[in-house]
């Protein structure tokens, strides 16, 4: 499961650290004390002109619902429940800045990213996954090429051509990896931000794998 995960994304990380990661995030979701409240709306940014980018700082009047896109019911909250759990262990493990957890799910305007789960300043609900986007966004293409990226220096990575998606000015390191389901098809991403250089270490890279292959089983239908 880990090795096939590490081919898949084509990261590079110990396997045994990713192991020991699962053992912990398996733990830490059997004590139903760390179980979270699932979020079923949430505030949003402004969009810039043509929708492309956030304006940091200024939020929309209205939050975003999932139900827009989700059913209420009972199995779907119980996923939102683990989903966010799994979001408070990785922030218990890592103190990361920025988390959030997103399903590529198809919607009138075509296929796009839904983020489910996240903690940290209010970003935009959802990405369309499409070439056009993926311009500009890492999450979108991660997405669409089922390829992890690391970024311990968002700065040099801008300047030297990289395409990203400016939401909080402050982030100087993300993560952004896969999802897969069963058959290899990538159905996901998770994106980790960091207000400092260098956050994403081998360590932290191993307990953000070990999350991804957990996620998939928690997912909404």
Known sequence: MVSSYLTQSALNTEPADVELALSQLDAFLQDQNNWQDAVWSYRIPELGEGGACSLFGHLQDEPFELTSLLSQDQQTSQALV??????AFVQSKTNVDWFGIYQTRDTSQGAQLLKLAYLGAPSRPLFPVNEQFAATSNNVQVAMSG?????????????????????????????????FDNANNCIGIIDAEAFSKDFFTPSVLALLIAVCIKIPQYLPE
């Not at 683990?82 to 979001?87: D, G, N, R, T």
Request: proline share 8%; glycine share 8%.
């Open 147 to 179: 390829r992890g990226r690391v970024i311990n220096d968002v700065p040099a990575y801008v300047s030297n051509g990289g395409e990203y998606y400016t939401c909080d000015p402050k982030v100087q390191a993300e993560a952004c990896l896969p999802l």
């Open 82 to 87: 683990k989903l966010q759990s799994i979001v």
